[in-house]
């Protein structure tokens, strides 16, 4: 048996990952052949380092009118892929992946801002320390980041950490690596230039994925940025409030229910003092109960609405088997059950009240019922069916877990 070949029984060595690193550009003349030199002569360091097979690098020009095609096809080692019309930097870098295909993916800006000797540091983490997705932190005291960024950035990462209850300090880093089995939870990601910090939040946002940040050197750029401060600061907002909307929309819109009561109790406060003062309700009240109690509706709307949205989102993304036993309070199937005969009370004391005043409206074709009653039994009967309507949502999202399995067999069958 040769020293090279493999005991019978004993585990194969396992084979060694390849990188693909895509630079997208827009017009980067300026830079374009100082990064892709920069990579060239990094990439032994890389390779060697990080303990990969082979490291790559495409260049895909994404609608470029200067001469940044010229350039990049002058350097023989490099793929370059050439876009005819502007199609976006998040679709870049996902045409760059395609084109070569490797087990680690990363992209890296072609502004000259990141050293891609950074590279060997992220993908030796990704492997060793058995990561999903490595971030190249930009946001350390040497960074040349203009200030209006880094406050967009740290503002991002604050609400994102909010989000998600996991923490970065830079969402929208331009140089990252990430294992290509990864990128299945990821996609669909935009084509914009907000593909980064959608990528962060929904890698943060789901509980499964590894993510850790290693802080990196960030120059200042060569050439004219194409970041829109306020069109892309929107979007960036948005991505982030949509991964959460997809998997944790509870973070987003439990403030919301916090200050529809809040507001409601606040509406109350006079009509309660006054009843335990002089033990009776008057006319004026009437209004403050009916807000009080649309925006109890509201607030009891959005709670079931978010329960059942974030039960669905477990089921959709296979998790649902663990979703139970990470779950508190009214997320618990068990306790809504409890707290829908909770309201069947609710609503038993509502027609409780009112029985009388129905009665003598049957009898005599009007009644003399107190205005407050009736809106007790109003509001505690749509209470019930709001819950109802929950459980019975929950009741069959649980059914479906049952058969996800059998279903997802066939189909792989």
Not at 22 to 37: F, K, Q, S, W
Not at 258 to 280: D, E, I, K, Q
Request: proline share 4%.
């Amino acid at each position: 048996m040769s020293p090279a070949s493999t005991a019978p029984g004993q585990p194969k060595p396992a084979s060694k990952p390849g990188l693909t690193v895509v630079i997208p550009a827009l017009n980067e003349e300026a830079a374009i052949g100082a990064t892709i030199e920069r990579c060239l002569a990094a990439r032994d360091e890389i390779r060697e380092q990080a303990g990969l097979a082979a490291v790559r690098f495409v260049v895909v020009s994404d609608g470029s009118t200067d001469r940044t095609v010229e350039i990049a096809r002058s350097y023989g080692d490099i793929k370059v892929v050439v876009f005819p019309v502007n199609r976006g930097y998040g679709a870049a870098i996902k045409r760059g992946w395609e084109e070569e295909p490797a087990e680690i993916l990363g992209f890296l800006d072609a502004d000259g801002t990141c050293d891609p000797r950074v590279f060997a540091s992220l993908c030796r983490e990704l492997v060793q320390g058995e990561r999903d997705l490595v971030l190249g932190g930009r946001m350390g005291a040497s960074s040349q980041m203009p200030a209006l960024r880094r406050l967009g950035n740290a503002l991002f990462a604050l609400l994102l950490g909010h989000l998600s209850q996991r923490r970065v300090r830079d969402v929208a880093s331009g140089m990252r690596v990430l294992r290509r089995e990864a990128l299945a939870r990821l996609l669909p990601l935009p084509d914009g230039l907000h593909f980064t910090p959608a990528m962060s939040a929904r890698a943060l946002m789901d509980g499964e994925l590894r993510i850790v940040e290693i802080e990196m050197p960030y120059a200042e750029r060569v050439g004219q940025s194409k970041l829109k401060v306020v069109r892309d600061g929107f979007r960036f907002l948005g991505v982030i409030t949509n991964a959460a909307a997809f998997v944790r929309v509870s973070r987003l819109t439990l403030p919301l229910i916090v200050l529809l009561l809040g507001v409601a109790a606040a509406v109350m406060a006079a009509p309660t003092a006054f009843y335990l003062a002089h033990s009776r309700l008057e006319e004026w009240m009437f209004y403050r109960f009916a807000l009080a109690g649309m925006l109890g509706v509201i607030a009891s709307s959005v709670l079931c609405a978010t329960i059942v949205t974030e039960h669905v989102s477990a089921l959709t993304l296979l998790q649902y088997a663990d979703f139970g036993s990470r779950t508190r309070g009214l997320w618990r199937y068990e306790n809504l059950q409890l707290l829908s005969a909770g309201a069947c009370v609710l609503a038993l004391i509502g027609v409780w009240l009112n029985a009388p005043g129905f009665l003598d409206w049957l009898k005599t074709g009007h009644t003399t019922i107190h205005w407050s009653r009736v809106m007790a039994g109003v509001f505690s009967g749509l209470l019930l069916v709001q819950l109802g309507v929950t459980l019975g949502s929950l009741w069959i999202i649980r059914a479906l877990h049952d058969r996800q399995p059998y279903l997802l067999g066939r189909r792989d069958s």
